[in-house]
C-alpha cells in the first residue's frame, strides 16, 4: 500500500480501500449456497428497507418492490417482520419510521458484508502504532476490530460498547474501561449525558469509530441522535481519528453529525466504494492522500 501525501508533516486524510485477494477461492455445495445466498440476500433487503425508509420518511410497497425486484407480497411480509421488531411502522400501501427506532440491530448489521468489514478492521490495525490509550465506539466493523486486539498487550481501550467491552476483557493484557448510562438495545452501546461525561474525562491517542454514513458535506453521521453525541466526544477527545466504513457507507447521510470530515484523519472502507464519494471525502479532508 502506497500513501501520496502532500505536505511533509501537514495533517492529512487518508482513504484506504480494502481490495479482495483474487487468488483465494471458496467451494459449497449448490443447495447450501441457494439456501446462504437466500439468507442474506433477505438480511440485505431487510437492511436496506429500513434505510431507504429512514432516509425518506415513508415509502409504500410497490415503491419498495420495484426498488429491490421483488413482489409486492415479498415486501408485505418484510414490513410485517420489521414492524414486529420495531424498525417501522406499515401505513395503509406502505411503511414509515417507527416511533422507537433508534438504529439497525447488531444481528442485522453483522450479517451484512462480514468479509469486506474484516478486512477493514485488518487494515486499521496498522493506525495502532505506538497508541497507549485507544478509544473504540459500538458498531459491526469496530466489533471485528476489536476481535483483533485479544492478543495484544499493553493497551488501555475506553469504549461504550459493552458487547466490545465484554470481548476485551477476556485479555488480561488489556485494560479496559466501559462507559455507563442507558444501553441501546439495538447496537449494545450506552448513550446519555452519563456516558458523555465518562468519556470526556480521558485523553485518548486514537480512536476507531464506527458510523451510519460518511458523507463530503454531511460528515460522519448516525441514525441516533443521542448515540452520535456519544461518539462527538470520544472523536474530540482523540489526537488521531480513525472512521471505519464499508462501501455501502459511503455518500449516505444519516439523522446526526457525528463530526465533520475536517475531524477525520483515515477514512479506512474497502473496494466497492464510489469513487466520487471518495474523492468528495477527501477534497473536504485534512489535505490530500490515497491509499
Not at 239 to 245: E, W
Amino acid at each position: 500500500m502506497v500513501f501520496d501525501q502532500k505536505g511533509a508533516g501537514q495533517a492529512c486524510l487518508i482513504l484506504i480501500r480494502a481490495i479482495y485477494p483474487t487468488n483465494s477461492v471458496e467451494t459449497c455445495s449448490s443447495t447450501e449456497h441457494l439456501r446462504y445466498t437466500h439468507h442474506v440476500q433477505r438480511k440485505q433487503r431487510l437492511n436496506q428497507i429500513v434505510s431507504a425508509v429512514v432516509e425518506r420518511g415513508t415509502l409504500d410497497v410497490v415503491t419498495l418492490a420495484e426498488r429491490f425486484a421483488v413482489s409486492q407480497a415479498t415486501i408485505r411480509r418484510d414490513l410485517e417482520l420489521l414492524e414486529k421488531q420495531r424498525l417501522v411502522s406499515r401505513t395503509h400501501g406502505g411503511a414509515t419510521t417507527h416511533a422507537a427506532f433508534n438504529d439497525l440491530p447488531l444481528n442485522y448489521k453483522t450479517a451484512q458484508d462480514l468479509t469486506e468489514k474484516r478486512r477493514v478492521a485488518q487494515h486499521a490495525l496498522q493506525f495502532l502504532g505506538s497508541a497507549r490509550v485507544i478509544g473504540l465506539t459500538g458498531g459491526t466493523t469496530v466489533t471485528e476490530f476489536a476481535r483483533l486486539l485479544l492478543d495484544r498487550n499493553g493497551l488501555t481501550v475506553v469504549t461504550n460498547a459493552l458487547n466490545i467491552a465484554t470481548d476485551l476483557v477476556a485479555n488480561p493484557g488489556l485494560r479496559v474501561f466501559a462507559a455507563g448510562g442507558e444501553v441501546r438495545s439495538s447496537s449494545q452501546e450506552t448513550v446519555g449525558p452519563t456516558a458523555e461525561k465518562f468519556l470526556s474525562d480521558y485523553n485518548v491517542d486514537v480512536s476507531f469509530l464506527g458510523v451510519d454514513g460518511v458523507d463530503a458535506v454531511a460528515g460522519c453521521t448516525n441514525y441516533d441522535p443521542v448515540g452520535a453525541r456519544v461518539n462527538a466526544v470520544l472523536q474530540q477527545r482523540a489526537r488521531l481519528n480513525v472512521v471505519l466504513a464499508d462501501a455501502a457507507k459511503i455518500s449516505r447521510v444519516a439523522l446526526a453529525q457525528v463530526c465533520a470530515m475536517s475531524d477525520v484523519d483515515v477514512l479506512i472502507t474497502d473496494s466497492r466504494a464510489p469513487q466520487d464519494g471518495l474523492d468528495q471525502s477527501r477534497g473536504q479532508g485534512r489535505g490530500d492522500a490515497r491509499g
